[in-house]
């Protein structure tokens, strides 16, 4: 069964990486693009420029962070379907620049994915994924 991880862009990339997808708005400090050229950067998908201000600000604030995120995912599916097609084939890796490595937004990200994905398995939403057939 494939999966969905998360990691700083600044490590380096492993075999395990399966396919690497950046998940922030703004592009890494000190990272050129040549050096991602092999990266899909889906900066739709991060939260938006308001939330996250708001948590890099307010660092002790990341359960609100996470809520709030997720209910921008929630509105959005056209921003994060494409990473379940890929997730549900092949390891999928967020790739991220925030220093910490436990609260930041690909977390947030791979837990509302691979919750998607638990609920996709029993069709409980089939609204949402009627233009996959």
């Not at 948590?55 to 990341?62: G, S």
């Not at 549900?88 to 937004?105: F, G, H, I, M, S």
Request: with cysteine.
């Amino acid at each position: 069964m494939a999966m969905i991880q998360s990691k700083r862009v600044y490590e380096a990339v492993t075999d395990n990486d399966g396919q690497r997808v950046l998940v922030d708005r703004l592009w890494p400090r000190g990272i050129s693009k040549a050096d991602l050229s092999d990266v899909n950067w889906c900066k739709e998908v991060a939260p938006s420029d308001a939330l996250r201000k708001q948590f890099h600000q307010h660092p002790d604030t990341f359960t609100e962070f996470r809520q709030g995120y997720r209910q921008e995912l929630a509105a959005h599916p056209e921003y994060w379907q494409q990473l379940l097609v890929i997730a549900a084939r092949e390891t999928l890796t967020l790739l991220y620049a925030a220093k910490d490595t436990e609260q930041n937004n690909a977390v947030v990200l791979a837990e509302f994915l691979e919750d998607e994905l638990d609920r996709r398995g029993d069709s409980s939403s089939p609204v949402c994924y009627a233009d996959e057939r």
